[in-house]
């Protein structure tokens, strides 16, 4: 109102009430008053002339009483405070434009040097240099990122498939190792198993072998089953057999013979055709598995020539009533003989009684069979590994003793006495190894690749191996062994203060000064450069 304007007031008849503003103090009237109320329904906006001036209207009608307002102002002050709303605007507009630059600006200079650092280091550690993503004249920083990003995703998916490779591959590795019997010891098995990814947890274990003539797809039919089924042990024998590792329990001796025949037709409707299964015996050592292994392989085979499709080891055998010492037993006695176990090898012989004597009624040829395959075995032990024996005294002596029993104590006791002269040959021939071992190690500790595979090698023992071996003789693990010779020998070049931190590092074969200290720090809690001051 301070600027010309004024409100009117009418009533529900068009009378007008009241004038506020400019327009009650000039006692002035609008020119054609009817433009006020008009058409004015509601809310209205129009331009009138009032006094030969240009003038903006603003209606409203109560809807309660009828009551008309009309809010007027002339033109020329509108367009004014409109000149300085839209200068208010465009001032508005001009200073977020500035903060908008200026804050990417901050942006550029604050983060694209680091995420332009953060992709070069990155690139480094994953060896990227040939994916041409170097910044150049072309390509911007955001594009210089997503094309970082994505080597190091490529990279990661690549790393990543390697890695489940390289388990496949040590999972293939121990499965051969068991199924051929060169473990030693039950901790051995266990440690290796749950190094491939295998839990080994479960008592008793037996093994199956599924054979076909169509090799391809019995082995394409494992592989869906192992992918469905998870927790199951698979294990690829040759192009026309696979193997599966099974636990099984005493509550239910039938439990093989219907695992076979559901793993077998579960495999048929995977796409395999015509599987013959063996089933071996139940096993407590999982040393013994071997022996499961061979004899499931054995009744695979079997079934397929007899066109049988399930053959159960234990079952076969007790049907013939068969004189009890199998091949497998035989490499066990040996190789506990040749170990020097004579613990094992009492509970062969424990073993060997029960089976004949306590399960089956073994005739007296039957009894001879046995005596005599146990003999030969004790004789090729002797011829091969040099030991003296009177051949013809000890079959005299055993064809003497008219009970089967007898026999089997004369037979025993001279396994005893093989084993014990084994044990101490094999603590000689120990003792030498440890002497070259730690002569190799004192001499090649410095190399920055020394590892198993470079001594494995050079022992010529395979890498699986050479680690059993290696704690066996040591009483450590290899890698346990190497660091604390390696920090041994940093603490006496500490001591004399000849060089420093990143000389020693490589002195004693550490990469770098970083892994050096957290080996340190590790083994003795402080950093060197603490344990130096």
Partial sequence: MSRQGGILIYDAEDRLLASLGKINAD?????????????????????????????????????????????????AVVMQ??????????LILF???????????????????????????MQGFFMLEDREIHKTENISEYEYLEKGVHALLDDYQSLNAMLQEKTVKERRNFLTLLMNGEFDTELNIIE???????RLVQK?????????????????????CAETETEQIWYPVDPTHVALLQYCTEENPMEPLLVGEQTAEKLKQLGAEEVYVGIGSCYTEKREIVFSYQQALYCSDKGKIEKQNVVEYSRELWKRNMPWYPLEMEEKLQAATK??????????????????????????????????????????MCNNMAESMETEQLLEKVQTEQSFPKALEV?????LRLCEENYHSRSRKSEIYYQKLEE??????????????????????????????FKETMGKSFSSYLEKLRLEKAKKLIAEGKWDMETIAQMVGYGSSATFRRAFKRAYGIAPSAWKE
């Fill in 204 to 224: 008793d274990y037996y093994v199956l072998v599924f054979g076909s003539e169509e090799g391809e797809k019995l082995l394409s039919a494992a592989k869906k």
């Fill in 95 to 121: 200073t977020g434009a500035v903060l908008e630059i200026g804050l990417g600006c901050c942006f550029a200079l604050r983060y694209s040097k680091p995420i332009h650092n953060l992709i070069d280091n």
């Fill in 192 to 198: 290796e198993a749950a190094h491939a990814g295998i």
């Fill in 81 to 90: 405070d409109f000149q300085r709303i839209r200068r208010a605007a465009w």
């Fill in 440 to 469: 190799y190690l004192e001499k090649n500790y410095g190399n920055p690749s020394l590892g198993v595979p470079m001594v494995a090698e050079e022992f010529g023992l395979s890498e699986n191996y050479f680690s059993i071996f």
């Fill in 411 to 415: 037979l025993e006791t001279q396994f």
């Fill in 339 to 380: 170990n020097g176990n004579s613990e094992q090898v009492k509970e062969i012989f424990i073993k060997i009684r029960e089976e004949n004597l306590g399960k089956i009624h073994l005739s007296a040829n039957g009894g001879k069979v046995v005596i005599s395959g146990i003999t030969s075995t004790l004789i090729r």
């Fill in 27 to 75: 006692g002035d009237d609008p020119e054609n008053t009817d433009l006020f109320l008009s058409e004015a329904t509601g809310e209205d906006i129009r331009q009138i002339k009032w006094n030969g001036t240009d003038c903006l209207v603003v209606n409203q009608t109560s809807e309660e009483n009828g009551m008309h307002f009309a809010a007027v102002l002339p033109m």
